[in-house]
């Protein structure tokens, strides 16, 4: 036999394993089971490698490590909330949220996420807004600063950050600076230096040595949070880009949240937990790091989610609220791939006459994700939904908002990769005030978009039609 027939067969032999692996051991979702195994039987040797990089699932060993004092704090606060809850105890500052009580229950079981009645909090639409405030928190900034983005950019707005930074530790505050290592891939070794010399203490999330057999798993949270008083959550990274300054997108409409009292330890926890995984000085779960205080009366829940759990959380509260809708669901998202249970809950939610909108880009920052997107509100229209593709440059913003009294904003995407790979954080609302602020927000975008008729959509070239077809094929493993 020849040395090509042997290394045929090892090959082939190398792939019918890993085929089995992914079918009998891995336990992934169907689609992209079948999805990887159309990889492995086109390109059998480039495929195996790529799986290795792109499709090996993330260590079922702890990723986020507790001390057990705080755990066993958090389990306890979490089992009194659910009692409350289970014996129709638990009070509502607004009486209205108490229909509510099944979604909170769901966040507090599969994600610890307490709630709280004690924040308040203001909506930021615009860049140039978000960085403002955020800059001017961190500059009164007494104690410590913790910031986590996904992106980092070393251009103008990144050097602004720094300097900001740098100022805060010279004067004497813990500066903590994470950023994930595929997001800000591109950030240079002098930037990082220049922080760390100052005495800016700065971590990369899932770093590669040699080849990053994590680089499907990426972090992208985007918190600040500033002596345990302030927070940030939602969609802006550090770049210029997001202050509208890429002729390529314009306008950068994204949606943040600037939050005080007790939701904000919520962010804090989430940002220690990150932060422990990646540093090997690990942040003690101290009480002044939690120093929020009463400044309103919005109820609140942070709940994150991420490869290393199952429950796919944040997927599973967006349907949740999908459910409870009765009359409107109104989304915002620059990526509209949901899998088949998101899928057939916004569908029978059309179908059943709740008034489904979503919003979404009209460029691509991914083209295959976008053409994925163009395919999924196909089947949202066919159910009588509708479709607005925002004009007045990049919608980045993730939003869902139901009836005008609870809403979410943080930084999942409605798609497979926000849901099962990436790490991600978003707040839920349980406030009429502030979610009507949404609403706004959403029929002045409106105003700035187009709609998406079917009789539009089923104008689409055969072109447009196929690149739809292979990219929803692809939405499994994009």
Known sequence: MSLVAILLNITILINIILGLSIIFLERKNASSTWAWLMVLLFIPVAGFILYLIFGKPISNGRIFVWDTKSKLGLKAA?????????????????????????LTYLNLRTDSSLFSQNNAVDILLDGKEKFDRLMQDMRRAKEHIHLIYYIVRNDELGTQLA???IK??????????????????RLSKGYIKRLREAGVHVEAFFPAKVINFKINYRNHRKLAIID???????????????LGKDKKFGYWRDTHLRVKGSAVEGMQTRFILDWNQAAKDNIHYEDHYYQSEKAGDAGMQIVSSGPDQNLEQIKNAYIKMILEAKEYIYI????????ESLRDALRIAALSGVDVKVMIPNKPDHPFVYWATLSYSGDLLEAGGE????????????TLIVDGKISTV??????VRSFRLNFEVNALIYDKEITEGLVEAFH??????????KKLYEKRSIGIKLKESISRLLSPVL
Not at 78 to 102: C, P
Not at 168 to 185: H, S
Not at 332 to 339: A, K, L, M, R, V
Not at 410 to 415: E, F, Q
């Open 444 to 453: 002045d975008d409106i105003r700035r978009s187009t709609q998406m008729t």
């Open 163 to 165: 300097d900001v930074m």
């Open 387 to 398: 479709i607005y593709i925002y004009q007045n440059g990049f919608m980045h913003a993730k």
């Open 410 to 415: 943080g930084t999942a995407n409605i798609d």
């Open 332 to 339: 915002q998202t620059p990526y509209f791939i949901p899998d």
């Open 168 to 185: 805060k530790a010279n004067e004497g505050v813990t500066v903590r600076f994470l950023y994930d290592a595929m997001g800000a891939r």
């Open 78 to 102: 979490v089992q009194s909330q659910l009692r409350d809850i289970e014996n129709d105890e638990l009070e509502y500052s607004d009486q209205d949220m108490k229909k509510y009580a099944s």
């Open 228 to 242: 345990g008083k302030i927070g940030y959550i939602g969609g802006f990274n550090i770049g210029d880009e997001y």
